[in-house]
């Protein structure tokens, strides 16, 4: 039996008796310390290999770490270590930023959801570099980027091209993050205009630095499920036009009929978990429809088991990533995920 089997019978009662965000502050102190050495041994996860090549990655599964869970890259190597095929580090921006006012995380447990209005809190994209040089984990990483409260919308760009000069060669791959509902204004990023803007200027971006890198670093883009259909046309056709590598889908949603009268359902950010399973798969089906097989998919949302992981590579992607469910089941979700595909 897995150590981590007791996780829900005792570890997830104690963690539960702290507020979500001190739980979560916790457990990467806890994982920074497993990640060393002569700990990683005894706390680190068997998980029978699944390989697949996505973007041109090798990647030992297909189950990885959402991003959000490890902003700042600080337990990368216990992370690693559980058997997820890869991790997305972030979402980090050029500088470090203390995010919203605390609280800022709620359990939704009567629907297994959380709510977040973290709001990027990050300690800047030179701490996550400092961390990745550090790590001794050789698997897949991606690195989240996004922009700074205080940049205006019109300047986002330059936030974005910052973080990707700095992580492009720490890294595997990198996801531009749009989709946050709790940056202000940062979402309407992904209508077309300012889409267009900043997709054609990370693009280029990403052309130079392979060139003189000699490295290519594939660029994945995370969406929001609460876009309409027109707007999903529209950013997909932005992505093929510009040969995205990957996509995202998706990242938390501003909707609350699916916990409707649970308790803090009035809380607002982004809601994740179980509640938003249904309409994340729905979304990416969608964009699966949009773009065909012509630009790889990742899915994340809701996924608990392999019965949701299944229905994510059913409606189309090649990847998937989770984070409520490494919250309430605990790192047996990704052995349990990974061996029943
Ligand atoms: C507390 C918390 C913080 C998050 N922070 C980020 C983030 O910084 N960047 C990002 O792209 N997604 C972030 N997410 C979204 C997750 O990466 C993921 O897209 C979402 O939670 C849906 O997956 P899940 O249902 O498995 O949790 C965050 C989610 C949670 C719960």
Known sequence: MSLYALYPSLVKPLI?????????????????????????????????PRPVEVMGLKFKNPLGLAAGMDKNGEAIDYLGALGFGHLELGTVTPKPQPGNPQP???????????????????L??????????????DGIIGVSIGKNEATP???ALDDYLICLGKVYAH???????????????LTALQEAEPMEHLISGIKQEQ??????????????????????????????????????DGITCTNTTVRR???????????????????????????????HEM??????????????GPVAAREKLAAGAQLLQLYSSFVYQGPQVIQQVVENL
């Not at 701490?127 to 984990?137: A, E, H, I, P, T």
């Not at 773009?291 to 608990?304: A, Y």
């Open 124 to 137: 800047g994209v030179d701490f996550l570099v400092q961390n990745l040089l550090k790590r001794s984990y």
């Open 257 to 287: 009929d699916m916990i409707s009268g649970m308790e803090h359902a009035s809380e607002w950010g982004g809601l994740s978990g179980q509640p938003l399973k249904a309409l994340s798969t729905q979304v990416l089906q969608q964009v």
């Open 104 to 122: 800022r995380m709620f359990r939704i447990k009567a629907a297994r959801g959380l709510i977040n209005r973290m709001g990027f809190n990050n």
């Open 153 to 155: 919308l019109e300047k």
């Open 291 to 304: 773009v065909g097989d012509k630009i790889p998919l990742i899915g994340v949302g809701g996924i608990d």
């Open 171 to 185: 890294c595997d791959y990198v996801a531009v993050n749009v989709s946050c509902p709790n940056t202000p204004g």
């Open 207 to 244: 052309l130079k630095l392979a060139a003189s890198t000699h490295r290519y670093v594939p660029l994945v883009v995370k969406i929001a499920p609460d876009l309409t259909k027109p707007q999903l046309q529209a950013l997909c056709e932005i992505c093929l036009k510009h040969q995205i």
């Open 16 to 48: 539960f008796l702290l507020e979500p965000e001190q739980a979560h502050h916790f457990t990467i102190k806890l994982g920074r310390i497993l990640g060393t050495k002569p700990l990683l041994s005894l706390f680190g996860q068997k998980v029978e």
